[in-house]
């Protein structure tokens, strides 16, 4: 089966990263961060494929999706669909 985001997903991984940000860095760039217990708590994960993992936010059943760094494991860039 051919995954045509593949090589985008790719880049995006090599990129995030490349050199990972800390918390304070993330949240300059892109707002609210999570630590994986902080992002399970106000999220259900429905499925991932690196570096995008699909949630539903518990406050209110709403869909989306946020972006993760490796290491230090860090959750960022809600985006609702």
């Known amino acids: 089966m051919s995954d045509a985001t ?3 997903r790719r ?7 490349h050199e ?3 918390r304070e860095d993330l949240e300059q760039k892109h707002g ?13 994960q429905l499925g991932f494929i690196a570096p995008l993992i ?3 936010r518990r406050s209110d059943g709403i869909k989306g999706s946020l972006k993760f760094q490796h290491s230090p494991r860090f959750y960022f860039d809600w985006s609702p669909d």
Request: glycine share 4%; aromatic share 6%; hydrophobic share 35%.
């Open 6 to 8: 593949e090589s985008i």
């Open 11 to 17: 880049e995006m991984v090599k990129e995030i990263n």
């Open 20 to 22: 990972p940000g800390s």
């Open 32 to 44: 609210k961060v999570w630590d994986t217990q902080e992002m399970q708590k106000e999220f259900e």
């Open 54 to 56: 699909v949630v539903r």
